[in-house]
Structure formats: C-alpha cells, structure tokens
C-alpha cells in the first residue's frame, strides 16, 4: 500500500523564498561529546544551507560544551555558513540536569 502526501504550499509567484531556520538543540557534532542526534542535525544544518536557507543552530548548553571551546566551534560552523549561537545563562541559574551536566 502506497501512501501519498499533500505538497507544501508553493508561494504565489511559484519560487520558493529561502527560509531563515533555527535548531535549537542540547547536541550539535563538535560541542557535544555524544553526537548521534547532534550529527543527524548538523547533517541537517549543512543540508538546509546548501539549499539556499539561513541556518542558525541554538546550543541549548550555552557557553559550556562538553568538548573544546565554544568560540572555537562558532568560527568551526561559520566556515560552513552556519551560525552556532550558545543559550544565554543566567548568571546564577537554578540547578538543573542540562546545567549542571554542562559544568
């Protein structure tokens, strides 16, 4: 059996329109020790860009990667095209798995 879905919606001139798009997410490839998923959305980042999409990928873990130096990896994803930005924290957030995993 065959399932066959509705297109998206094309725009009225018939050209798509680049999108701007944001991955927001706990594990990108590079800051994030274990990468599964990170790697399926970096995949994903780099995919969307190379079809003419702005890409921006929010590091739930803010300034903290598991692996290396955040500043590192943001000029890492700016060579690609793509913009890594980290989460701002607060100064003195609440104790949670995310944060106190990061630190």
């Given at each position: 059996m065959t399932t066959t879905f509705?297109?998206?919606?094309?725009?009225?001139?018939?050209?798509?329109k680049p999108r701007r798009?944001?991955?927001?997410?706990?594990?990108?490839?590079?800051p994030s020790r274990n990468a599964g998923i990170?790697?399926?959305?970096?995949?994903?980042?780099?995919?969307?860009?190379?079809?003419?999409?702005?890409?921006?990928?929010?590091?739930?873990?803010?300034?903290?990667?598991?692996?290396?130096?955040i500043v590192d990896w943001i000029d890492h994803y700016s060579k690609q095209g793509l913009k890594l930005i980290p989460l701002p924290m607060a100064h003195h957030p609440r104790i949670h798995a995310a944060w106190a995993s990061s630190v």
């Amino acid at each position: 059996m065959t399932t066959t879905f509705p297109s998206l919606p094309q725009s009225e001139s018939g050209i798509e329109k680049p999108r701007r798009i944001c991955i927001a997410t706990w594990e990108i490839e590079g800051p994030s020790r274990n990468a599964g998923i990170g790697s399926a959305y970096a995949s994903l980042a780099g995919a969307l860009k190379r079809a003419g999409h702005d890409v921006n990928i929010l590091f739930l873990l803010g300034c903290h990667p598991t692996d290396g130096n955040i500043v590192d990896w943001i000029d890492h994803y700016s060579k690609q095209g793509l913009k890594l930005i980290p989460l701002p924290m607060a100064h003195h957030p609440r104790i949670h798995a995310a944060w106190a995993s990061s630190v």
